[in-house]
């Protein structure tokens, strides 16, 4: 993307600075953000109650925010130097907030208070923002409280699309600040979707979301390419990427949903295309969840692999995760059909329903509490190891014959099973350093 004025309603040479320095931003390019209102700053030197100069030293504490952001250094534990402890990036929020208000102030009616009013505005979403981040890298191994999360992130985007409306300077930054703020909210409400086995919803929002990463890595890779240094192109080489850790931890976010997904609604999907088809573009996932089912299904000799899902108590539910006609009438589900089959590998348990019904509701406490639950049925000759992924969905594996409670092979690949499928190593993944 060029730095240079590229938008019709930027005029003045000073706006066509500040369109610069946010199209740096924008890109991923705060460094260059910040020498841009730093040689300004240095040139026109401007007193202490300058608005403009003011703007610029709020702009160039913005950069550096932005950096730590977008890098989520904020996750890290902060240091002390010299018993000097860090500024937290909340803090560095705020104080660029209480500047820009002061700016909105002193030129309220003008252009530059303008941009100090959608720079305090979009500063304040960034500290609900880093709040939001914070919690999400706690979530190991319990799944995140989605719902929750999403209220949140539906207060600060639309409160982010009202008040910060049509300032053509801030346009780049407000842009992929928007994209970010709205491809979190569909991948976290995609998420919920799935824990009601909702196909349609989740797709569409699975969907939308990649949509916008789309357009976010379209900005970025349009940027201005910069003469790196012998070291700097080597370390790119090796790393394969300069991009940040936020941006890149939204891809893997969208990745592991995509694994999630093709899962939950396999049997959904089969139906579209042909059984090679449906394999081959399974391998092409980050995780093939159904190939790696299989093979442990064969290594481990087990009858089979199941993750049912719980409809108790969820009046929407027909019998089926696929879209329905909303005027065809859906006939009521009950009894056993309440827990239908997800997924099953080789086949389906069909005979062991009732035993496997009685389980969950029996052990549901120690479910509910992460334990993987252990049951041998002498009548039946079969072992039963079941483990709740997240509410409504439990992973199952059956068993000929008696096996060990503490079968440590069969309880690791159960419980790394449920992690999985809650993406906890991904949201713990957010801490940088983490492994």
Not at 115 to 131: H, I, L, N, S
Not at 193 to 211: C, D, K, P, T, Y
Not at 243 to 248: G, R, T
Request: net charge neutral; hydrophobic share 40%.
């Amino acid at each position: 993307m060029s730095s240079a004025r590229s938008d019709t309603s930027v005029k003045t040479r000073e706006e066509a600075l500040l369109y610069s320095y946010f199209t740096f931003l924008a890109n991923f390019s705060q460094d260059r953000a910040r020498e841009v209102v730093e040689k300004e700053r240095e040139m026109c030197r401007c007193g202490p109650n300058n608005p403009w100069g003011q703007l610029l030293g709020s702009l160039m504490q913005l950069a550096g925010a932005e950096k730590q952001y977008l890098a989520l250094s904020f996750l890290q534990p902060r240091s002390s130097v010299f018993l000097r402890k860090e500024l937290s990036l909340k803090t560095m929020y705020q104080n660029i907030h209480q500047d820009c208000k002061q700016v909105m102030e002193m030129e309220s009616g003008k252009w530059v208070g303008r941009v100090g009013e959608v720079v305090a505005k979009v500063v304040t979403g960034r500290t609900t923002m880093v709040d939001i981040y914070e919690r999400l890298s706690g979530f190991c191994p319990a799944p995140p409280p989605y719902r929750e999360i999403i209220s949140v992130l539906t207060a600060v985007t639309e409160d982010t699309q009202r008040r910060t409306g049509e300032c053509a300077v801030t346009k780049p930054w407000v842009t992929v600040v928007k994209y970010e703020n709205n491809i979190l909210m569909d991948f976290m409400s995609a998420a919920s979707a799935m824990q009601v086995w909702n196909f349609f919803e989740s797709i569409m929002l699975l969907q939308r979301g990649g949509e916008l990463l789309c357009l976010w890595d379209e900005i970025v890779q349009a940027r201005e390419a910069r003469k790196l240094s012998f070291a700097s192109s080597l370390l790119r080489g090796v790393s394969g990427s300069v991009e940040p850790q936020l941006y890149l931890w939204l891809q893997r976010l969208k990745s592991a949903l995509l694994s999630k997904f093709s899962l939950y609604f396999h049997s959904t999907l089969a139906q579209q295309t042909t059984s090679s088809e449906m394999k081959s573009l399974c391998s092409k996932l980050s995780l093939d969840q159904t190939s790696r089912l299989s093979a442990f299904q064969k290594r481990a000799d087990a009858q089979s692999i199941s993750v049912l899902f719980d409809a108790t108590g969820l009046p929407s539910f027909t019998g089926r995760p696929g879209y329905h006609h909303l005027e065809k009438e859906q006939t009521q589900v009950s009894g056993l059909d309440l827990f239908p089959v997800v997924y099953s590998i080789p086949n389906q348990p069909n005979h062991h329903f009732p035993n496997l019904v009685m389980i969950l509701t029996d052990q549901n406490t120690d479910l509910v509490m992460d334990k993987t639950v252990y049951f041998y049925d002498g009548g039946v000759g079969s072992t039963y190891f079941l483990h709740s992924i997240e509410p409504r969905f439990y992973a199952v594996i059956i068993f000929d014959g008696r096996r060990s409670e503490r079968d440590s092979t069969i309880n690791t690949f159960i419980q790394e099973t449920a992690l999985q499928l809650r993406c906890s190593k991904i949201f713990a993944s957010l801490k940088p350093g983490y492994k």
